[in-house]
């Protein structure tokens, strides 16, 4: 019997490198989730509802494979700090983020389209930053452009600098898909790691 196809319910670069350090052969297929927070919706719940939500999308249509959906969401004193989009709101989070601590919550969903069920697993991370002057801020966006990264920073590159420090138990669940957790749960489904 062949192993179920893998694939990435996720067209972001990022997750996909990291997901190759685990798997070298997956597929990438765009789930399509509307990422809109529900009204009253809390971070974590946000974060859980769409990697469940892009796993199931992503499964829609395969009879043999094990989905991969996660999303991650970054919360600054219970305000969403969602994807920048423009340098403007990127200087403007990273200054109300400045001598601050921000959680970003990392759900991930492993969909197994063979019983139809899912597995789920929740990081949660505490960033410490440091006092970040304007110039600071201003070059760091200027060379780094993370108008797509939760918290507008991209923490696999130069934005390690603006921190003081990181407390989490997986360190690639900043990054966006939490590798060691992942990989209990393709064990668990069976696939043969390392």
């Known amino acids: 019997m062949s192993p179920p196809r893998l ?3 996720s067209t972001s670069r990022y997750r996909a490198e990291l997901l190759r350090r685990l798997c070298p052969e997956f597929e990438q297929r765009a789930p399509g989730t509307d990422e809109t927070a529900l009204p009253g919706e809390a971070p ?3 974060a859980l509802r769409l990697a469940v939500a892009k796993a199931e999308a992503a499964a829609q249509g ?3 494979a094990l ?3 996660s999303d991650q969401v970054a919360e600054l004193d219970g305000r969403t700090l969602d994807k920048p989009g423009t340098p403007g709101l990127a200087r403007e989070q990273l200054a109300a983020s400045s001598g601050r601590v921000v959680h970003f919550h990392t759900a991930l969903c492993l969909f197994d389209t063979r019983s139809g069920q899912g597995q789920v697993h929740m990081d949660h991370t ?3 930053f ?3 002057d304007a110039a600071e801020i201003a070059r760091y ?3 780094e452009q993370p108008l797509d990264c939760a918290g507008s920073f991209k923490c696999e590159g130069l ?3 603006l921190f003081e420090r990181i407390d989490n138990e997986d360190p690639s669940a900043l990054i966006g898909l939490p590798l060691i957790a992942l990989a209990r749960l393709l064990r668990a489904a069976g696939v043969a790691l390392p």
């Open 141 to 143: 966006v200027e060379r």
């Open 44 to 46: 974590a719940a946000r």
């Open 67 to 69: 989905v991969i959906g």
């Open 159 to 161: 934005g390690i600098s």
């Open 7 to 9: 694939v990435l319910g």
């Open 126 to 128: 505490r960033v410490q």
């Open 130 to 132: 440091r006092v970040l």
């Open 62 to 64: 395969l009879h043999d």
